[in-house]
């Protein structure tokens, strides 16, 4: 008899989503599907509104990563007004990204999956969390709490708030930075190194089997991600690079503001979420993946030396590019150094401080792309005006979207691994999820949904039977 | 000139005659919130906001002139209940998302609600979708966040003296246009000096490139330059 599992809500993800998976007649899994159920539709209600509050509106898709949508949004207006914007302006557009890295990976790490993977997988669902992880091991969550709080702060002593400030604007940025809080962020950075560093060498320890680094499945695929010109990994200016599993650029570097003309979007009628793809691939076999693993499969290297080393020690032994959608994990450590050593280069700056942040112009173009990587990846807003300055169209392809086909892959790989005969735990199930949540989505970014995403888990039988089971 | 005695929120308070309430009131340090008054213009009660209780009446303060023996409640709980359902009916008319506004921070209707302790509206929002008129070199209006207060009309003709602001239509349709209701950046009158926007108690008129949060208003400006003039 044929059945169908839904999970429904998935839990410790960021926004709406469902999993559902098809079962043949022994029992064995036919099809995996992942499903984003809600739809917010900011790119319709963005039109009419003025470039000038784009970054702003924009901003409010999301809570977590509301930055991305800032720097997105302000770069598309910054191409519409034609300007190059102050070089201190760029460099702390950049300060506020990596800030962002640090709090969105951070959050994802210790407060969405370490605990599953620190208190086991199949673990009390009622402690599995992070005020579990707290009980469990005080003094790592205390640290995982506090970089985060990090991450948060740098965004608050440049925009005036943590979440949603709309500082970012067109042609450079609200405010300067002052003595005083690049004094605090420059204080606070070895601290951070040093919990990156040591969660580093615990997760190193605990994970250095194949076997373990394979638990949510391993597949082939392309990714992409903006390096710069010289490969170096990059997360606000640069080049589109897509590479394949040996590393080797299948597009070497693409013009950001020609994304179009390699990327397509597909859609399904059973989710909101929309595929993006490698259109001369077609769809779906043009899949890629972005985000913490993409960004370090795609780039040569760090360009700073302690993410650098750690780079290599991770490639090591490797033949190809790593598949393994654990990984995400362990590519989010190395960002998140990566991101603090870079931090401390653009606080070195000597024109940090400058007060001349911000280009001022009319409307030169009537079409302006915004390219840069946010936590999950590659983040695209895209505009057109009329000459006035009023939205006609917006299009965004979020780094969720970009993974979407991968997601599906992975959901689909771990239920083929762990469900035989139909038999299906609770413990399975979150091993499923946790296909899910090693990409980190941000579904009320992606399909632009509303609200909290716990996740559900149904079994519909060949007869038609459904069986449900909540995470919630 | 004789003094009139006049009597608000239980204190009696002598007032000079042809003072309006509002006058009065604030001579006293008493506070009586208002919207489309502006000191320097001339008044015309359109906002309502500014409603005191005669006991057994309500009128706006800002138009009634005192009289000898008046008895006047500037926070009585049914002035009070008026108040907070007329800045409703003002939200629910208009699209006001203050997340996003360039006012943000800086708007008198938001202050409001946050004096008059507006929560959440009881009354039905129209969703109006008017389409922002950024025609204008300088400036934009988005008559979505429009309340009506014709601030911009009264500054416009009275102090400028230019006329580009007017009132179009009737009832639930009425709205502010440019000239003979003509995209603002055709609006031959328009002198561009600005008064317009320094005005405007929200988001509504605007200048070109401020962005979320950034505008900062001077209404005071009016009673300055009418100050001004008087001297000669």
Known sequence: MQREIHIEPVTRIEGHGKISVFLDEKGDVRDAQFHVTELRGFEKFCEGRTLWEMPGLTAR??????????????????????????????????????????????????????????????????????????????????????????GQEVIDRLGGKRIHPAWAVPGGVHQPLSAENRAWIVSHLPEAKATILETLALYKKAFA???????????????????????????????????????????????????????????????????????????????????????????????????????????????????????????????MLGAIEQMEVVLADASILSPHVRAEAGINELEGVGVHEAPRGTLIHHY?????????????????????????????????????KGKVTEGILNRIEGGIRAYDPCLSCSVHAVGHMPLRLDIVEADGRRTTLCQE | MDKLRVKIDGRTILAAPGKTILEVAEENGIHIPTLCHLDGLRDVGACRLCIVDLYGQLVTSCTTKVADGMEIGTQTETVRAYRRTILELLFAEGNHVCSFCVSNGGCELQDLACELGMHSVRVPYTYRRERVDATHPRFLIDRDRCVLCGRCVRVCQEVEGAHTWGFAERGATVRVITDLAVPWG???????????????????????????????????????????RARG
């Open chain 1, 61 to 150: 898709i999301c809570g977590i990563c509301p930055v991305s949508h800032i720097l997105a949004s302000a770069k598309a207006c910054d191409a519409i007004l034609a300007v190059r914007i102050p070089r201190t302006a760029e460099l702390l557009r950049r300060l506020m990204n990596l800030g962002q890295f640090v709090q969105s990976h951070a959050l994802s790490f210790f407060y969405l999956s370490a605990p599953d993977f620190l208190l086991g997988w199949d673990a009390d669902p009622a402690t599995r969390n992070v005020v579990g992880l707290v009980a469990a091991n005080p003094e790592l969550a205390r640290k995982g709490i506090r970089l985060r709080a990090f």
């Open chain 1, 209 to 335: 089997s194949a076997e373990l680094r394979n638990l949510l499945g391993a597949f082939d695929s392309m990714y992409l991600g903006l390096v710069t010109p010289d490969g170096l990994w990059e997360h606000y200016t640069g080049v589109l690079r897509l590479v394949d599993m040996k590393g080797k650029a299948i597009v070497p570097a693409l013009d950001p503001s020609q994304y179009a003309t390699i990327i397509k979007e597909a859609s399904e009628p059973w989710t909101y979420l929309k595929f993006p793809h490698y259109e001369p691939m077609g769809y779906p076999e043009g899949m890629y993946r972005v985000g913490p693993l993409g960004r370090v499969n795609v780039c040569d290297r760090f360009g700073t030396p302690m993410a650098d080393r750690e780079l290599e020690e991770f490639r090591a032994g490797e033949k190809k590019r790593s598949g393994r959608v654990f990984d995400y994990h362990y590519a989010r450590l190395l960002e």
């Open chain 1, 384 to 420: 057109h005006v009329d000459k006035n300055g009023v939205i006609e169209k917006a299009n965004f392809i979020v780094s969720t979207g970009h993974n979407n086909l991968a997601m599906n892959r992975a959901v689909r790989e771990i239920a083929k691994t762990y469900i035989k």
């Open chain 2, 186 to 228: 055709t609006a031959e009158s328009c002198t561009s000096c600005g008064k317009c926007v320094e005005v405007c108690p929200t988001g509504a008129i605007a200048r070109k490139g401020a962005s979320n949060a950034e505008m900062r208003k001077h209404p005071d400006l009016v009673a300055e330059l009418t100050e001004r």
